[in-house]
């Protein structure tokens, strides 16, 4: 049974930082790409990151790029999601997810199976 834990979520000012950590536990984790997705207040879940298993090829929401970065640690199971200059645009609750194959970085919330519980971002203006 695959399980992801998210942590780091909270509230931020405009401008400011956050780092969100997704623990993941049940398989081997550095067989399978990464993601994180979000989703606001009565709108859709919507892609924001992904990295590969093999390379660490990474794929970005346009609107996120230079400002948020993904990463991981296959050592410590866990996938991480930097974001900096936060913009009131970006509160959200943050999901984690990972898929049952290949993906290829997929931007599909579809194509990813486990889903960690969230974490909300706040940011105020």
């Known amino acids: 049974q695959v399980q992801l834990v998210e942590s780091g979520g909270g509230l931020v000012q405009a401008g400011g930082s956050l780092r969100l950590s997704c623990a993941a536990s049940?398989?081997?984790?550095?067989?399978?790409?990464m993601a994180w997705f979000r989703q606001a207040p009565g709108k859709e879940r919507e892609f924001v990151a992904s990295?590969?298993?093999?390379?660490?090829?990474?794929n970005y929401l346009d609107s996120v790029k230079g400002r948020f970065t993904i990463s991981r640690d296959n050592a410590k199971n866990t996938v991480y999601l930097q974001m900096n200059s936060l913009k009131p645009e970006d509160t959200a609750v943050y999901y984690c997810?990972?898929?049952?194959?290949?993906?290829?970085?997929?931007?599909?919330?579809?194509?990813?199976?486990?889903w960690g519980q969230g974490t909300q971002v706040t940011v105020s203006s």
């Open positions: 990295i590969r298993w093999i390379g660490g090829i990474t």
């Open positions: 049940g398989r081997t984790f550095s067989n399978y790409d």
């Open positions: 997810a990972a898929p049952t194959a290949r993906v290829y970085g997929s931007r599909d919330h579809k194509a990813y199976s486990y």
